[in-house]
């Protein structure tokens, strides 16, 4: 029993150091920014959906009995993603302060206030528990098919420019120690999302291992873009970023974040 609450306590205090340095992953971006004084370029959206996951993980760990290191790099998350998007709006143009707001509305505040009201007021402890789960399972779940952009891209123009191996290597591997602490502590909602987030990120790795040294081809063809209020979104870029992002908030750089 002392020798499977080691493991479990060793594969999560491991996961919380790698998934702390995916988080930090965005600070050469914001000195970019800083330095320029403005976030032309570049899009918050990873941003809040990360904050967004890190407070749906935060709600679901309060209420799961001894949680307490998916307490840490959520909160740790949850701090990181304010100041990023602090950060990001005190540079940002006037359309995407709005889009900004809008975003951090929609998700942040009428959309987990929601989950909060519903959870609380509809279901008992032991339920609320379950059905945080599956909310927070289901939402990592949709986040994590975000690389498939990123591996389309690759095969058809046959270059690695936006899937770095470091990238790719400590996702797998922060996958790697979140599967291993839910799988110990039969929490299916942790185990279950990074046996995709595993999946993908050995992938990625195999296809940088085949195209690294191959020249890039050229393909024209109208962008899979995201028009959101006037913003428009590369998804093929944007699917690295938001998964990178939420893999800090998951019991789990594109750095650009563009």
């Known amino acids: 029993m002392a020798l499977h609450l080691t493991w479990v306590f060793g594969f999560g205090l491991l996961g919380n150091i790698i998934s702390c340095l995916v988080c930090l992953a965005p600070l050469p ?37 001894d949680a307490l290191l ?11 993603e304010i100041g990023y998007i602090f950060m990001y709006l005190f540079y940002a143009t006037k359309k995407d302060k709005i889009l900004t707001f809008k975003l951090l509305l929609l998700f942040n505040v009428f959309g987990f206030g929601l989950i909060c009201v519903l959870t609380r007021f509809l279901t008992q402890r032991q339920k609320r528990v379950q059905v945080l789960g599956w909310i927070c399972m ?92 006037e913003h428009v979104v590369d998804l093929e870029k944007f699917g690295a970023t938001i998964c990178s992002e939420i893999a800090t908030g998951i019991p789990k750089l594109n750095d650009g974040g563009d």
């Open 70 to 80: 998916l307490i840490t790099i959520n909160s740790f998350t949850f701090f990181m």
């Open 138 to 229: 289901t939402f990592s779940l949709c986040v994590f098919v975000a690389p498939l952009f990123i591996v389309r891209k690759v095969i058809k123009t046959k270059s690695v420019e936006f899937m770095p191996f470091s990238l790719s290597f400590f996702l797998t591997l922060s996958a790697v120690m979140w599967f291993f602490y839910g799988f110990l502590k039969k929490d299916q909602f942790v185990a279950v999302p990074n046996i995709l987030g595993l999946l993908f990120g050995i992938l990625q790795m195999v296809l940088y291992m085949i195209y690294r040294n191959s020249k890039k081809v050229v393909v024209v063809e109208p962008k899979l873009q995201l028009d959101i209020s």
């Open 29 to 65: 971006t914001f000195y970019r920014i800083c330095k320029k004084k403005t976030s032309q370029g570049f899009h918050s959206i990873p941003y809040v959906i990360a904050l967004f996951s890190a407070m749906l993980w935060l709600f679901y760990a309060l209420y799961k009995e």
